[in-house]
């Protein structure tokens, strides 16, 4: 399949996806807070497209994110019904199983947000700065921990400005006084991973990788 179509492709599915979940969302004030940053991340990705189009594993890790932070919206993310489901279609409590006494959806989203975008954030370091070797692998991880620390502030802003229910529904601490602490972890072992695999798979296929990692740490004077 050609890159072009491929992103198109995605988008066509994403734009119905977001189209039909803004129809009855649980909360339409925490859903509109929710995707604010979406409409933007989805203008940046369309204009640099032509400029810099990103390969299609990057784009399908973005894809696969966005539409699950689509879902989360939709039904406020302390609200997503993941466990009914398992328990409906399969017959198993996932909340049971681990021993979870809250919706652990965003939890999941948080690692998600580490483990599927440092990727594409390390493409962009490599094309656009020309990050080679160890730099490349650090630089994304440092900018999800950074950009994880950021959203918390910016949740606590939101919820401060706005405050009842909706702060409340867009924070989604349900009670956890260590709620943000753990998304940031959460981002920031995501991340660890994906880097971690990219760096292996990096090492087993790429010829010259010792020799590049070796020149990244060498002193430039």
């Known amino acids: 399949m ?5 992103f198109l492709i995605l988008s066509i599915i994403f734009a119905i996806e977001c189209l039909v979940l803004s129809i009855s969302p649980y909360d339409r004030a925490d ?10 991340s989805v203008i940046l990705i369309a204009i ?11 784009y399908g890790f973005i894809f696969v994110f966005m539409s699950l932070h689509e879902i989360g919206s939709y039904c406020t993310y302390s609200n997503v019904p993941y466990d009914a489901f398992l328990t409906s279609y399969f017959n198993f409590s996932l909340n049971e199983y681990m021993g979870w006494t809250r919706n652990n959806f965003d939890r999941l989203i948080h690692l998600l947000y580490g ?14 700065a020309g990050m080679k070797g160890f730099w490349s692998y650090l630089a994304p991880l440092n900018l999800i921990m950074a950009t994880s620390m950021l959203y918390e502030l910016v949740e606590w802003g939101a919820a401060e400005i706005f405050g009842g229910d909706i702060g409340m529904a867009y924070l989604g601490t349900q009670g956890d006084i260590w709620d943000a602490h753990k998304d940031m972890a959460l981002a920031s072992l995501g991340a660890l991973i994906a880097m971690a695999i990219t760096l292996y798979i990096n090492s087993r296929i790429q010829k010259d990788f010792g020799e590049e990692w070796q020149l990244s740490l060498k002193l430039k004077f």
């Open 48 to 58: 640099s497209y032509k400029k810099c189009p990103l390969s299609r594993v990057s």
């Open 115 to 128: 483990l599927l975008l440092a990727s594409p954030i390390r493409e962009l370091y490599c094309r656009i």
């Open 2 to 6: 050609k890159h072009k179509k491929y």
């Open 31 to 40: 859903w509109a807070l929710e995707n604010v940053l979406v409409v933007v």
